[in-house]
Structure formats: C-alpha cells, structure tokens
C-alpha cells in the first residue's frame, strides 16, 4: 500500500462532496487498489464559514500558495474555479512536479493547450473529467477508449439550467422568464444566470470537447456561442408541431482534417432536433453527449451534467487515477496532445468561417396576408440558393404567419436570405430562427 497525500483547494459545492467521498470511500479505495489518499490540507477563502463536511477543521488554510509549495503534497486538487488565483495555483503545481486534477472548465477552455504541454513536459499528469459533463466519463472515452477513432462530430447538451428551461418550456407550456424563476427557484440557476442562459458556460465546455475529439488547440475565443434568451414559447409549440423538440447545444465539427491543423467548427446555439434523436430525449438538467466517428458509429453518454456529488464524483476517479500512476511511476497521459515523443504541444486549430458552414433552418415570419406575398417570399429563397422543404401557413385577420424549415443551406446565404427578407414590404416581422440538427431529412 501506498501513502499519497492530496492537497483540496476549495470547498464550496464541488470540494466539500469530494471531501465527504474520500472521507466515506477512503477503506475501499484502499482496499481495490492499494492507494491511501491522505488529505494534506484544505484552501478556501474564509476558514471561519461553516461547511457541509465534518473534516478535521485543522486541515482548513486560506493560504493555497502555502498548500502547493508544501513539498509532501503529491496531488491538487483545484476547485476553486475561475482563472485567477486558480490559475497560478495550477502553474505553481506543475512547476513542483505535482499532479492535477481539475473541474475548471473556464481555465481549462482558455489554457488547456498550455497548461497539457507544460504538464506533459513536466512528466505529470493534469486531469480535469469533471470540466465537462460532470458526472459523465466523456473526457475519459473520448482521450482514451476513442484515441484511434476518427471523429466527426461530437454534439451535447452540456448545461443542465438551460436544458431545464426548455425542457418546462415545452413540457409546461410556459414562457422562458416562467421557465428561469422555476430553474432559480429549485437552485438549479444563479442568481444571475447570464453565464448559462447566454451560453457561455457550454462554450467553454465545447472548447473543450473539440480539443480533445480533433486533438487540436481549441480556445474558448474560438468559439461563436448563441444563448437560449430569444427562444419564444411559441417557436417551442411550433417545433412541437412539426416533430422536433428545442435545445441548446454545443456543436463541434471536423470540417477538414488537413496534413498537421484540422480546420473545425464550434459552436453554441438553441437548435431544432427531432423527436426520434437520441438527444431529444434528454430532459429537465440532465446533460449528454452524442459522438459520431467514422468506425465507432455513434454513442451517446447520458448523465448528471453538474451538483456537487456528481461533479465530485468525477474528480475523485480522477484523483484516484493519478494516486495510483505516482505510486506506480506511469508516464502521464496527455489526452489534448499528439502522441508524438517529440511534439508536446497541440496544433492550433483552424477555425471554419460561419458563413461557410450548411445547416438547415427554421423560420418563421409574419406576412401581409394577401395575393403574390408568397411567391415573393418563396422567390427569395430560391434566389439564395436555399431550397425550401416544408412550409405551413396560419390566418391571422389581415396578416398570415409562415413557418419554414429549409433544406440544408450555407448559412452566409441564410443571413442574405434573411437581409433580403427584411427589406421586402410584405414581411412584417422575422420571429424565431432556429438551426435544425440531426435531420437527415434536410440533407
Ligand atoms: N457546482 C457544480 O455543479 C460544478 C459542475 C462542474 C464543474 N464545476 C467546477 O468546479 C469548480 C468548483 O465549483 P463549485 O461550485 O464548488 O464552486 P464554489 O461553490 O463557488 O466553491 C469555490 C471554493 O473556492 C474557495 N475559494 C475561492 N477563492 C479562493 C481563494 N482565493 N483562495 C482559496 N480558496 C478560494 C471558496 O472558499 P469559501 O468557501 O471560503 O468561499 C470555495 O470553497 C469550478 O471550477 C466549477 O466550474 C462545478
């Protein structure tokens, strides 16, 4: 049996289940794989607040820097979250030959390429599962069982606050603002929401996904992220109606593989998708990710996307992981990096260009209900070189509302389509426009 000894930097929601856990599993641990995972100390920021975990209050310090340099320390934990001091923590950490484990999607997003060829070069291993997905073991799948695989697409619902709003959206039949009071009364939104609901928070975790699934440099700067706020209750109904359900999602492509820089997209959006896809199925704030690869086919990993426990649970395989590759002396895993001796640091990726990219589409406009509006309309579209596939029209007096989903089209034409639309005197008003996933129908 080995002794490793663990220094927590934080224990807000994540740190204190993760102490609970090494607390309550610290004999069977022992027991299935040899390792003693001792608790060297605690940082947070005010040692005096009173805390969900009955841990020995001496372990407690509101001095990191101190806990990192502490040369006993084997393992970081870090979960404190955010870049600084989180950040430097982690530099300091490698730096010291010290191992990481980390749940800090934001810094991870913005670093993570730096931060795996500095640990790479250090010969230690820097872990972070539980920086997406929570619970979900996809960092894992995807750096490991999927290293050979050739991946396409990797897709998800990676924020349970804005899958919880739509999901009671179009369950309960209520607006968005309803939807958000209900999510922030059951704890599952802040107080400010804007870093779920504009989809940041997905963002950071696309990043993260498209760099390990393309093995590439992806930067959170990189990617074009929409939130969920201008989804009406009516454009919920409406895809109802025509079979599909709304979620945000993030989406990451491989547009082309290239000689040493995949060219990729990433990005954020509220999408149509149809009731038969797998990830329509996922409701209230759960989390899952779809993967598509050339021989693999696809999978889908379903799970608790984020709370405390679950996101703890992440983190403790992890540090448990990196317990018992100190003990054994293993070479560090760099999931982000080629695994090429000589190249310790992940390519740039290239970035597509939005305009570039096909999708089908979603739009719904209010008309002037009367003679040759339609053609017009339809006149436009064609003009633009998008074809369309379904259109219903509903009476309302004196004005129609028609609702389009298109074949799949470049989204520069779209945005011209859109422009041309505008200026038409017919068109009163464009509402809800929506991408459409996962149709094979709108090919
Ligand atoms: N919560 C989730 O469901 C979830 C899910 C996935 C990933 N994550 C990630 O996990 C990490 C932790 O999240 P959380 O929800 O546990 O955050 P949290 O509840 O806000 O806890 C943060 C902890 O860091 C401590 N801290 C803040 N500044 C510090 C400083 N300068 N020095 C020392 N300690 C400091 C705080 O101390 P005090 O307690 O004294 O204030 C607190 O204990 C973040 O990176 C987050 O993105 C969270």
Redesign the pocket.
Known sequence: MGKIRCAI????????ALVSQLAEGHDDIVKRTGVDIEIAGI?????A?H?NTDVDRTLFT?D?FALVDDNSVDIVV?????MD??SRLIDMAIGKGKSVV??????LARRGSDLLSAAASAGVDLFYE??VG?AIPVVRLLSESLAAERLYRVSGIVNGTTNFVLSSMSEEGIDYNEALEEAQRLGLAESDPSADVDGYDAAAKAAILAGISYRCDVRLDDVAHEGITKVRAEDVQYARQLGYVIKLLAVTELSRQGDTVPQVSVRVYPAMVPVSHPLASVRGAYNAVFIEGERCGEIMLYGQ????A??ASAVMGRSVDAAIKRLAGHRPYASMIPARESVLRAPRARVSPPSDLRCAWYINMDVRDKPGVLAAVAKVFGDNEVSIRSMEQVGMGGEARLVFVTHEAREGDIDQTLEELNGLGAVENIGGILRVFGDNRVR
Not at 9 to 16: D, P, Q, R
Not at 305 to 308: E, I, L, P, S
């Open positions: 930097l934080g224990c807000g929601n994540v740190g204190s940082a947070v920021k005010d040692v607040k805390r509101d990191p870090e979960l404190i979250g955010g001091p989180a980390s749940a800090n999607k934001e810094l539980a920086a929570g996307g984020a709370g405390g679950p996101t």
